[in-house]
């Protein structure tokens, strides 16, 4: 994966539950800190709180490499950004960073399509959804 820009980042709190038989992290447990980066993310580039049963974006596909074990007591956060957005879908990319270190522990690579929900199948990404997340980011994220 690419080194990007991250310019939101979620504090995450280990549960003793999130902990598995080794002591570390269970791998299930990264996708729900993955969720919950992207929610914060698409709340803040929207400005409001999103109400996901009418949210018109979906994930398509999901992929995660895990580095590093994460520990009980360890500082992590999620770091999320939009790294494209093409015609139908965007590829969010997000880190689980360990914050007294600044150490990737594990990435993620997440494909969103356009999604009509009365409809259920796929559509453009809606340009309020690009105008919103480019001037967030601060680039323009067309896929060239």
Same mark, same amino acid.
């Given at each position: 994966?690419?080194?990007?820009?991250?310019?939101?980042?979620?504090?995450?709190? =280990?549960?003793?539950?999130?902990?598995?038989?080794?002591?570390?992290?269970?791998?299930?447990?990264?996708? $729900?800190?993955?969720?919950?980066?992207?929610?914060?993310?698409?709340?803040?580039?929207?400005?409001?709180?999103?109400?996901?049963?009418?949210?018109?974006?979906?994930?398509?596909? =999901?992929?995660?490499?895990?580095?590093?074990?994460?520990?009980?007591?360890?500082?992590?956060?999620?770091?999320?950004?939009?790294?494209?957005?093409?015609?139908? $879908?965007?590829?969010?990319?997000?880190?689980?960073?360990?914050?007294?270190?600044?150490? =990737?522990?594990?990435?993620?690579?997440? =494909?969103?399509?356009?999604?009509?929900?009365?409809?259920?199948?796929?559509?453009?990404?809606?340009?309020?959804?690009?105008?919103?997340?480019?001037?967030?980011?601060?680039?323009?994220?067309?896929?060239?």
């Amino acid at each position: 994966m690419e080194t990007p820009k991250f310019r939101h980042i979620v504090p995450l709190q =280990i549960r003793f539950n999130d902990i598995d038989a080794l002591g570390h992290l269970n791998n299930s447990v990264y996708f $729900s800190f993955y969720d919950l980066g992207k929610a914060s993310y698409f709340e803040t580039v929207k400005g409001k709180e999103i109400d996901w049963k009418d949210a018109d974006i979906v994930i398509a596909n =999901i992929h995660a490499d895990f580095f590093s074990p994460v520990f009980f007591k360890d500082t992590i956060a999620v770091q999320t950004t939009v790294a494209e957005i093409g015609n139908k $879908s965007m590829r969010v990319l997000q880190q689980i960073i360990n914050t007294q270190t600044n150490e =990737i522990k594990a990435e993620c690579s997440t =494909i969103m399509v356009g999604f009509d929900v009365k409809l259920s199948t796929a559509k453009e990404i809606s340009e309020n959804w690009r105008k919103c997340i480019s001037q967030y980011e601060g680039r323009d994220l067309s896929r060239k």
